[in-house]
């Protein structure tokens, strides 16, 4: 594709239920990034995939929060016990090889937990 | 889309200056920086980035000034535009952190006016 897209572009919630955000990368980059954005904040880095594994999951706030990427291409964020806290906007970002090469983000998916 | 950040510092300028944007950092072992522009409703997009070897670098109508004594990096916008309306960010990277992850500064807002 074009670009990195990401769905749905905005999801609504109820607290405690569940939630799975998905990234679509751009075709052929190895490397996704997930980042969270709350009100008047910088992305806050999640977790990081290279290829199908997580390089880094150290962002992750706790275990209700959950990352795959089964075939090293789309990635889906998964949210359980949603609180609502979990409402921002979840930004995702490919870049073609990880490391230091150039990241390209998506439009965001905004999260509304009630 | 919604605004990113409704309580971030603002930097009000008149179009065909020159805008200056600051940032500071905290971790002196952070080798690699990167100057992001985030639009409303969309995710942030690379302008510039420096690597800790060096204390400038031009782009077009951009200047990133890296001064690792105090921390401190700098955006200049030269002639600044309309379109130059947006926050923006620094991130950092430490390669000696062993990952890839980046870390965002809090954001100003740029407001151009005409």
């Known amino acids: 594709g074009a670009g990195v897209s990401q769905t749905p572009s905005n999801k609504v919630t109820e607290k405690g239920k569940y939630v799975e955000l998905r990234c679509d990368p751009i075709s052929g980059h190895t490397a996704l990034y997930w980042y969270r954005q709350s009100l008047g904040q910088g992305p806050e880095f999640l977790i990081y995939f290279q290829g199908t594994g997580a390089a880094d999951d150290s962002g992750l706030p706790n275990d209700r929060f959950f990352a795959v990427r089964p075939e090293g291409s789309v990635s889906t964020l998964k949210i359980q016990r949603t609180e609502r806290g979990d409402s921002a906007v979840y930004l995702c970002a490919s870049s073609s090889s990880g490391g230091r090469n150039e990241q390209f983000f998506g439009p965001g998916t905004r999260l509304t937990v009630l | 889309g919604e605004s990113v950040g409704l309580h971030l510092p603002t930097l009000s300028v008149q179009e065909g200056d020159n805008s200056i944007i600051n940032c500071a950092y905290s971790n002196s072992a952070s080798d690699y920086f990167i100057w992001y522009k985030q639009e409303s409703g969309k995710g942030p997009q690379f302008i510039i980035d420096i690597r800790s070897n060096m204390d400038k670098r031009q782009g077009q109508r951009v200047t990133v000034l890296l001064n690792k004594t105090v921390k401190h990096l700098s955006l200049q916008i030269a002639a600044t535009q309309p379109g130059d309306s947006a926050v923006y960010f620094c991130?950092?990277?430490?390669?000696?952190?062993?990952?890839?992850?980046?870390?965002f500064g809090t954001g100003t807002r740029l407001k151009v006016l005409a």
């Open positions: 991130a950092e990277n430490s390669q000696a952190s062993g990952t890839y992850k980046y870390i």
